[in-house]
């Protein structure tokens, strides 16, 4: 392993002004967004999309750092041949690659999940890395509910979670550590912030354990925000202030960045936590943008699977990287949403 150069790529991937296209749905979850603007989910439509994405010139000179991909698309290729992951290079954006297989039902633990995909990951990354691919991300899903999360079920996920991370440096690939505290249930800021709390100290322990280089990763989080059926809804400076007690509290000054997942915000909402926590300064990681739904929400509604919206999709992904670019940096302001390029 070669820690200068990890550290050189996790760097590049938090570049202030930049942050991380989460394009990595699986076949389900893509299903899911294609039903939502009417648009069957085949390969074809798959790649048209992406690709919509992908050629968005200012965006993905601008404002993007790297781009999660999806098994399926990390080897498709544009409809004149090239391959996506060559436009992303063209970009100057880093291409990644999902690894994790999705989740499986916890054994024990009713309710529960564990990510799965570690059987033979070695061999994966290494064609990956040939591929292009200099950073992977792996998810863990922890859910809040009665009695749950167990320990147990954050220990499992911690511990698959390192196991990743380690095979990911040995195979000179920046790991993406994201456990996810899901914010589907009703409750508060205060429970996500102690919930949080115990799976990051938790993913934290095994990393030391496992032997994984903290400069050569970066951390994909949920902010410390209310569920989203809860009655008390916390304020942009509550979640900002809380998220970023956490985190100091948690996640050693040695990891180079953070990019936040959006988990269910609205496209606003994710922007405008961001930038509040960049306004409170004075952090010793950078914090930036890892969002799949918060960025791709307006350009798929816009795009709505005709040839003749590609325009107007890739307007409506610029403007959505460019908030997030803007809030990257504590620059963002309402009136700023007002101005589409
Ligand atoms: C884009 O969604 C990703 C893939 O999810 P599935 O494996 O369930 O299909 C997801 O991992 C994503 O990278 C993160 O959860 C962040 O996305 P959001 O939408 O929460 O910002």
């Known amino acids: ?29 893509i299903k899911k967004r294609f039903d939502a603007i009417k648009v069957e989910s085949t390969e074809e439509n798959r790649r048209d999309y992406r690709e919509m994405l992908f050629r968005s010139t200012e965006a993905m000179s601008k404002y993007v750092s790297g781009v999660i991909l999806y098994d399926e698309t990390i080897w498709q290729n544009a409809k004149d041949g090239t391959p996506l992951v060559k436009l992303i290079e063209q970009s100057g954006a880093i291409p990644g690659i999902k690894v994790d297989e999705g989740t499986q039902a916890l054994p ?16 994966r990354l290494k064609k990956y890395y040939e591929r292009g691919a200099r950073f992977a991300k792996w998810r863990a899903v922890i859910d809040i509910g009665s009695g749950i999360p167990t320990q147990t079920a954050i220990h499992v996920n911690a511990h698959a979670l390192a196991r990743y991370a380690a ?5 000179q690939i920046v790991p993406i550590v994201e456990p996810e505290v899901l914010m589907d249930g009703d409750h508060d800021i205060e429970r996500c912030y102690d919930v949080t709390q115990r799976v990051l100290n938790k993913t934290f322990q095994e990393l030391r354990v496992q032997r994984v280089e903290l ?6 989080p949920n902010m410390a925000i209310s569920g989203k059926k809860c009655g008390k809804q916390a304020s942009v400076e509550e979640v900002a202030e809380k998220t970023v007690r956490l985190l100091k509290a948690c996640v050693p000054a040695a990891v180079p960045g953070i990019a936040f997942l959006s988990g269910g915000q609205s496209d606003e909402e994710a922007t405008a936590h961001l930038n509040a926590m960049n ?3 004075g952090l010793p990681w950078r914090l930036t943008f890892s969002y799949g739904r918060a960025l791709q929400a307006a350009p798929q509604k816009a795009w709505s699977g005709k040839a003749e919206n590609v325009a107007a999709g890739q307007r409506a992904f610029t403007h959505r990287a460019r908030m997030n670019a803007l809030a990257s940096k504590g620059e963002w302001d309402t009136g700023q949403e007002k101005k589409v390029a």
Do not use: F, H, W, Y
């Open 1 to 29: 392993m070669n820690l200068a150069d990890l550290n050189k790529v996790a760097l590049a991937m938090v570049t202030p002004g930049k942050g991380i296209l989460a394009a990595d749905e699986s076949s389900g979850t």
């Open 108 to 123: 024990q633990c009713p309710g529960e999940l564990v990510t799965i995909g570690l059987d033979k990951l070695a061999e």
């Open 167 to 171: 095979l990911c440096q040995a195979a």
């Open 215 to 220: 400069e050569g990763m970066v951390l994909k």
């Open 279 to 281: 306004r409170i300064g």
